[in-house]
């Protein structure tokens, strides 16, 4: 047997396996993940007959058992699938001169055909094999959506698919995997418990023995809302380009929607029965979004050395992954490596869900088709020579002299302080001339500094001046621009709003008390320990120059807006976000980029959205305002601060 039709079995045995667990509301595996895996399989044999297939015609043997069997009106199908835009237009140019293109949800739930004679609702069938399924039709009648009489005589198949929302499931369901699971779990019990929790959102509609009952698409589904059901979303757009904008904007709003949605599905404005009865109809294609996981092949273990710290990424074989090709992902740690079994050669899921940079999730769900290696962790610091520390979430240097640790911390605390004077060249050369040390920039001298290459006097002089301007910082840029490992000024905020405000306080903190602050944990605690004990001097030395002093503790009669924090959503009319953000800091507040837990604001010129943004800030509490109401609350708040300053200012002077 050759290596192509080794790997066709093995495919054809996983897409089999994995085709059973989706339709019995099992899914093992993501939906882009099977995907990826049929593509395959279609590239390799696309005559293969597991192609043809639709969900599995032995459910009984799978547990899904008690039912009665039924046949479905209109065969259901499979749709063929465009993963990218290229894909759609070459659909699009098969079905030469179209007036409109009708687009629906795709939706993500499990599909029924509801069958009625004269009017009335006789059958519910799920999907089964595609020709017969299973009859659900008492636990169909308790679904929200499920219209038991129509208000004519009519007797034909209507397609829907039954959803769980994402409130139900949160609050009821939340031990099955996702909404899909658990709807294709609930609407198959033999008591039918749970039924009313699921909804059917209808698509399609056919008549018994009238192919030309339906003529045009649009028209069926303004007739199926005439009958009381309630349709998926469904636009009409003239060209192919419209329906990929149309997809890039519903890929960003998906989150926000109270069902999931993988998808759109793209049709022929015109009905074609005989195309609907095909096992895959021409005339229509799910358009889907770009997939959040994919699968790759681990190529190479580089190691990213920043500081201290070696963090191992992933050279991968590259592949499309939201809508960007990837070619590498993190890693994280060396128990990441460990925990997932990974090796050069390893077949790995890889995820980019909501994330700038892709990670490696884990194995996929399928074996190696060639040789595979260990991956060779560091042993030694490729500066000082040191032995490196695998502390398992951490791989360092545990050199506090280390060359490479100093000069980063120098460069960091150029960065956090923003000396724009001061470039990456010139502090090499600071470096390399025995500046190794923050306190000791500020012993530099004009004639020392002119003497380097391309300087002189006058852009000596202009270097000086700015590195000897008097900061004063907060305590969280302070200790932000030391450079511990992975704690940035954002992370150090949270302390000090914690009430760790001074540095006196900072360094009586134990571990357990900075464990405690929320969002931190032990082992950021451990880092941030570790390293305000070991930059304890040099912190002390560059106080002791007078040129950076840290500010006092905010009052919440100076500061009326301290310990609360704004996140600003979409652009403001009356200003610039950067100038939003100043001004709340300038009231004591701290800026986020996102909602969280203990958000006090969410700003928005559109309150009343369903984004995802303000979804979530509603299901945490969180107050949204819009741009009026946060220039009113920052101008009260900006008059009280200015009368206490001036009530300070006549106690001092009277």
Not at 449 to 477: F, P, W
Request: hydrophobic share 35%.
């Amino acid at each position: 047997m050759n290596s192509n039709q080794k790997r066709i079995d093995e495919l054809e045995k996983l897409v089999q396996k994995y085709q059973v667990s989706y339709y019995n509301g099992e899914a093992e595996i993501s939906d882009s993940e099977f995907d990826l895996l049929w593509d395959e399989l279609k590239k390799l044999n696309p005559d293969s007959d597991i192609l043809k297939k639709v969900g599995t015609s032995d459910l009984t043997a799978h547990g899904v058992d008690g039912f009665p069997k039924a046949k479905h009106l209109i065969p259901m199908g499979s749709q063929e699938k465009a993963s990218n835009p290229e894909e759609l237009l070459a659909w699009a140019k098969k079905q030469g001169e179209q007036k409109k293109f009708v687009v629906q949800f795709k939706l993500d739930g499990a599909s029924l055909e509801l069958q009625y004679e004269k009017g009335v609702l006789v059958k519910a069938v799920t999907r089964g094999d595609g020709i017969i399924g299973d009859d659900i039709t008492a636990n169909a009648k308790k679904m929200s959506g499920a219209v038991h009489k129509l208000d004519i005589m009519w007797t034909g198949g209507i397609r829907g698919e039954v959803i769980m929302t994402h409130n139900v499931w949160k609050n009821k369901y939340p031990a099955n995997a996702n909404c899909r699971n658990a709807a294709n779990g609930i609407m198959r019990r033999k008591d039918g418990e749970g039924c009313h929790d699921l909804n059917l959102i209808v698509y399609d509609a056919s008549a018994s023995n009238d192919d030309s009952f339906f003529d045009n698409e649009l028209k069926k589904i303004e007739w199926l809302s005439k009958r009381s059901f309630q349709t998926a979303v469904t636009k009409t757009f003239s060209t192919a380009q419209e329906v990929i904008d149309y997809r890039n904007k519903i890929a960003k709003e998906r989150d926000s929607l109270s069902f999931d949605i993988d998808g759109l599905v793209v049709k022929n404005i015109e009905t074609d029965m005989s195309d609907l009865r095909k096992t895959r109809p021409e005339k229509q294609i799910a358009f889907k979004f770009e997939p959040e996981a994919a699968f790759s092949t681990l190529r190479e273990v580089i190691w990213s050395e920043s500081g201290a710290t070696y963090t191992p990424i992933g050279v991968i074989d590259p592949v499309r992954l939201a809508g960007t090709t990837v070619k590498r992902a993190n890693l994280n740690n060396p128990d990441m490596i460990r925990s997932m079994g990974l090796k050069i050669g390893s077949t790995v899921s890889v995820v980019k869900r909501g994330e700038i940079i892709p990670k490696i999730e884990g194995l996929a769900p399928l074996s190696n088709s060639e040789e595979t290696s260990e991956i060779i962790f560091p042993k030694t610091c490729g500066v000082c020579n040191n032995d490196l520390v695998d502390a398992g979430t951490r791989l360092y240097c545990p050199n506090p002299q280390c060359p490479k640790r100093l000069l980063h911390r120098l460069e960091k605390w150029v960065s956090v302080l923003d000396i724009r004077e001061l470039g990456e060249k010139l502090i090499r050369q600071l470096f390399e001339n025995d500046i190794k040390h923050i306190h000791q920039l500020y012993t530099i001298q004009i004639q020392e500094l002119a003497n380097y290459d391309r300087m002189g006097d006058i852009s000596a002089a202009k270097v000086i001046r700015h590195i000897q301007t008097k900061r004063e910082l907060s305590l969280a840029k302070f200790v932000a621009g030391f450079d511990l490992e992975n704690v940035a000024e954002t992370t150090m905020e949270k302390i000090t709003s914690a009430g760790f405000d001074t540095l006196i306080k900072l360094r009586k903190a134990t571990k357990e008390d900075l464990a405690d602050v929320y969002g931190l944990g032990e082992i950021t605690a451990s880092i941030i320990m570790e390293g305000l004990k070991e930059c304890s001097d040099e912190m002390d030395a560059v106080l002791k120059t007078n040129v950076i002093s840290i500010a006092a503790p905010q009052s919440k009669e100076m500061f009326p807006l301290f310990g609360h924090t704004f996140c600003f959503t979409g652009e403001l009319k009356s200003m610039k976000r950067g100038e939003a953000e100043e001004k709340i800091r300038a009231l004591g507040a701290l800026s986020k980029n996102s909602v969280v837990k203990g958000l006090s604001y969410l700003v928005t010129n559109d309150p009343a959205s369903g984004s995802s943004k303000n979804k979530k800030a509603r299901e945490l509490g969180i107050a949204v305002i819009g741009e009026d109401e946060f220039l009113a609350l920052i101008q009260s708040k900006s008059e009280n601060a200015e009368k206490t300053a001036a009530a300070l200012q006549g106690e001092l002077f009277n």
